[in-house]
């Protein structure tokens, strides 16, 4: 019923301000390798202070500092221990105030690749060559900057296939003043739709934990935001604690897009707290995707979906041979001539890790034809056909 720190004897003691971390198997070895984001090189002889419009202490934001951190690559040696990585592998050569991060295949070679949010600097694209090495294409595949060609402030991060085009869209959480981004892959490469989806909603919240999903089964993914202010703003909602925002939550809309669904945050009512983090599962086991939320100097709150459902679902616990989920693999479900893409993934959102299930909803769909997994060393299974409603657990090999 104890804990030990064994950090230093891992291999991973890393000193930087770290965020947050994921867990993927980048050299499809078989074993998880650990991708560390940080945030600005501190020490507390550089730290600052800073005041707000009234000149009260108030948040620093990274760029005073002027510190910008390199993220931290381990990869497992497969005998419980990791080696720091980063500087053969080439992640040293970038650095930015990383807050969030994602894994996952981004121009379709079958390979991992990194995505991490950096607050006021460019997002790094780590595209993985297959050789233990890493290649920083994000502005060249149009997903550093908005737009705009900004720089925003990232911090929450997800990536589904929203289009349902087989490939993996990216959206980002980001401070008051600047809309939430969704960037469309299209071939490897991205395109800002965040104004024509309906992101405009987002401008005057501060968003953190974030997630794309299906939360009332119509088989559009819709969109929560965990929101909480950083800076003092002029005319707070609540005196006491002037940093507390409502959460939002959108409904997809067919064809493409968010409506904003009022009250703010999903709730009969809404709630007002500074919230960060956000982890995402069937936590009743009821068929449908609940929220736990984090709220700073404040209760955290699980959100039971009770929302009215639109439709059937399934969901599926992928595994390797030996037992443990399958990090990495895509699934894919086919029906009535459609496919639709998910994978499995604990590691998104904001400093948080979520329910490794992958769930689909189905609207009227009562019946899968078949499910194509395609495992992290590039093999592909099938299986199926499956009846709706019900969580299945699939297993390499079998």
């Known amino acids: 019923g104890t804990f030990s720190e064994q950090a230093r ?27 560390v984001v940080n945030y ?15 000149g009260e202490p108030d948040y620093c934001s990274p760029e005073p500092y002027k510190a910008p951190a390199s993220d931290v690559l381990y990869r497992n040696e497969g005998d ?12 040293r050569q970038a650095s930015g105030n990383g807050l969030g991060v994602v894994c996952a295949d981004f121009n379709g070679d079958g390979r991992p690749d990194v995505v991490a949010a950096n607050d006021l600097q460019a997002n790094q694209l780590w595209i993985n060559r297959g050789d233990g090495t890493f290649s920083e294409q994000a502005l060249e595949r149009a997903v550093a900057f908005n737009a ?8 929450g991060i997800d990536a589904r296939d929203v289009d349902d085009d087989g490939d993996w869209d990216l959206f980002m959480s980001h401070f008051e003043g600047q809309t ?69 939550l959108f409904a997809g809309i067919p064809g493409g897009g968010f409506r904003e669904i009022t009250p703010r945050g999903g709730t009969r009512r809404a709630w007002h707290h ?18 736990f939320v984090n709220n700073r100097d404040g209760p955290a709150y699980v959100l039971e979906n009770v929302a009215v459902k639109r439709g059937h679902w399934i969901g599926f616990r992928v595994r390797e041979r030996d037992g443990t989920d399958a990090i990495g693999a895509r699934v894919e479900i086919r029906f009535k001539g459609r496919r639709r893409f998910d994978e499995v993934r604990r590691a998104y959102s904001y400093c948080s890790s979520n329910d490794p299930r992958v769930h689909f909803g189905l609207g009227a769909v009562r019946r899968i034809d078949r499910v194509v997994v395609r495992w992290i060393d590039g093999t592909e299974e099938t299986f199926g056909p499956f009846d709706a409603d019900r969580y299945r657990t699939i297993r390499r090999g079998r």
Request: hydrophobic share 35%.
């Open 274 to 291: 500074s919230s960060r983090g956000a982890a995402f599962g069937d936590f009743d086991n009821d068929g449908d995707l609940d929220i």
């Open 148 to 155: 705009e060609g900004m720089a925003e402030s990232g911090m």
């Open 40 to 54: 600005v090189r501190w020490s507390p002889e550089g730290e600052l202070r800073c005041f707000g419009p009234h």
């Open 180 to 248: 939430n981004t969704l960037y469309l892959n299209d071939g490897g490469f991205f395109v800002d739709v965040s104004d024509r989806w309906g992101m405009e909603a987002s401008r005057p919240s501060t968003g953190f934990g974030t997630a794309l999903l299906d939360f009332d089964h119509d088989g559009i993914r819709d969109l929560y935001v965990a929101n909480g202010r950083v800076s003092l703003p002029k005319n707070p909602v609540r005196k006491g604690d002037p940093y507390v925002e409502a959460n939002q």
């Open 80 to 91: 419980g221990t990791f080696t720091d990585v980063s500087e053969a592998a080439g992640i």
């Open 9 to 35: 004897a891992w291999g991973i003691a890393d000193v930087g301000l770290s965020t947050h971390a994921a867990f993927f198997d980048y050299d499809r070895d078989g074993d998880l390798d650990l991708y």
